[in-house]
């Protein structure tokens, strides 16, 4: 799984953890690129690919020339008002990279596209793609020819041998997501580094590049398959290759979390094989896949350390409170079920190794949040909880993760002496009664304001708690009420009336 984390971007599309490279190269890389802002730092060896998988006959300094003259736009790309749409700035930047082409074919005289530079945008770019030649139809070559001339290449100040290798790997495999070249070839550079300070430099580079050079002409040839497949039947074919082929070899993840991963797969299939978002496609890789898998398993041991640290009664009022806030036009008695359930699959799942929680909570929480959408399927709960059944079913547990308050509900008026009952029949009830009357009333005082701090609603629920077990132990049960229970009510009021001035501000 180390591997798995470390590079992200590369298992995204290669459905293997790349364990034939050395575990050593790939820690070494990694470190590399996540001690940087990814982004910035490869911003222009991504628009470099990018040319260099369309210009194939072009020399280094010509795919160089004419990526600079693209960073100005792509630099503006970054700088985005709120108004505008990063979508559309990026379909600017492959159409004046198309028209730079054909209007300055003398500067790269080995590309002459006369046919395609008559078509418009669209046809344009298609016809484009249909020049591309994978080299992994042909023979292999080598990354190195002679120990030398890489090492002295190595120390040259105007030339990095990881832009000249993302170069090489670029013209040479089109198809290639520009992730993984990224990532290669900082995996090669760092084996050129050390490697050049060995003794026997041929040798060593020879052992540390050649799982480099296997791995990226197997990928590429896979990239270029499922590509091909969703150009020439469509996507939803090569979405199901993509999915029969990634579950099986990631039995550890739940369904939903596969089909995140499809559903992300999906998009970034459309972006990067017709490459109409050429920015999207060569972003770091490890961002979209965070999202999709570590994000699932963060949150969920975000949720077990919580249940662990509180424990299971202060643990389902937290759940209270937080369900309520994004449903609150649920009964309390509907609140209080939701909650008990999503309590119970912590106490199934969490107890499990961390390798299991994930698809535990996933699967199990999958069934309660699917009971809550049919229930309400004539009449969604609120517009959030609505999209949130019926948008997407691989994202629906990060949706309702993800709502806030409902700030549209207004609940009808109700004072705190009308919340709060406090009679002797609840000293017959046993503590399982008695945590659900406590988390009845935090639903009921949660609808009357909804944004307040949550601690505050939670002090109020203990002191519930605190003054029935006081009163159940009196001798004079009734009286003991009669004189505290005021007292309590006086301190709801009061919370929620000062509450009420803080509440503009959340």
């Known amino acids: ?96 990279f198309l028209t730079h082409i054909c209007n300055n074919q003398g500067l790269v005289a080995s590309h002459v596209f006369p046919d395609c530079c ?41 030339v990095s041998p990881k832009a000249r290798f993302s170069y090489e790997i670029s013209r040479r495999h089109p198809f290639l997501y520009g992730p993984t070249i990224l990532t290669m070839s900082a995996c090669y550079e760092t084996a050129v580094q050390s490697c050049c300070q060995e003794e026997n430099k041929t040798e060593c580079l020879r052992t540390k590049l050649e799982p480099i050079r296997k791995y990226i002409r197997g990928i590429s040839a896979r990239h270029h398959h499922l590509c091909e497949i969703g150009t020439k039947f469509n996507e939803k074919v090569a979405s199901a290759v993509f999915l029969y ?51 699932s398993r963060d949150r969920v041991k975000t949720y077990c350390d919580l249940q662990k640290q509180l424990g299971s009664s202060s643990f389902q009022d937290r759940l209270t409170v937080l369900y309520t806030k994004k449903a609150p036009q649920l009964s309390a008695q509907e609140l209080v079920v939701l909650v008990k359930k999503m309590a119970a699959v912590a106490r199934r799942c969490c107890p499990l190794r961390d390798e299991l929680q994930s698809a535990c909570v996933e699967d199990q929480a999958k069934l309660v949040l699917g009971e809550l959408c049919r ?94 077990e006081k009163c159940c132990r009196a001798q004079r049960r009734d009286v003991c009420f009669q004189e505290e229970g005021p007292q309590l009510i006086t301190r709801c009021q009061s919370l929620l009336e000062a509450s009420s001035s803080q509440s503009g501000l959340m």
């Open 1 to 96: 799984m180390e591997v798995v984390k470390a590079l992200p971007f590369i298992v995204f599309f290669s459905y293997s953890k790349c364990e034939s490279l050395q575990t050593s190269l790939l820690h070494a890389a990694r470190q590399r690129l996540n001690g940087q802002d990814y982004l910035e730092e490869n911003l222009g060896i991504s628009v470099s690919i990018m040319v260099a998988q369309f210009l194939q006959d072009a020399t280094y300094e010509e795919v160089q020339t004419i990526a600079k003259e693209l960073l100005n736009l792509a630099e503006k790309c970054k700088r985005l008002k709120p108004h505008e749409s990063p979508s559309e700035c990026a379909h600017q930047l492959m159409a004046t």
């Open 118 to 158: 008559k078509m418009k945008t669209a046809a344009r770019l298609r016809c484009f793609l249909s020049y591309k030649k994978d080299d992994a139809d042909g023979h292999d070559t080598p990354l190195i020819l002679r120990s030398e001339l890489t090492c002295e290449a190595a120390v040259e100040n105007n």
């Open 245 to 295: 082929e990634y579950s099986r070899r990631h039995l550890e993840l739940a369904v939903p979390v596969t089909l995140r991963v499809f559903e992300t797969y999906k998009r970034v299939l459309e972006k990067c094989c017709k490459l109409e978002n050429p920015l999207e496609c060569h972003q770091p890789g490890k961002e979209v896949f965070q999202r999709v898998v570590l994000e």
């Open 375 to 468: 229930s309400h399927s004539g009449k969604p709960v609120n517009a959030g909880v609505g999209h949130c059944c019926d948008d997407s079913y691989a994202f629906r547990k990060p949706c309702f993760d993800d709502l806030q308050v409902d700030g549209t509900y207004i609940s009808p008026p109700l004072s705190c002496d009308q919340a709060i009952s406090l009679k002797e029949v609840l000293c017959q009830a046993q503590d399982e009664e008695l945590q659900l009357e406590k988390q009845k009333l935090l639903s009921t005082l949660v609808k009357q304001k909804p944004r307040t701090a949550e601690d505050l609603f939670l002090s109020i629920g203990e002191d519930f708690v605190q003054l029935v």
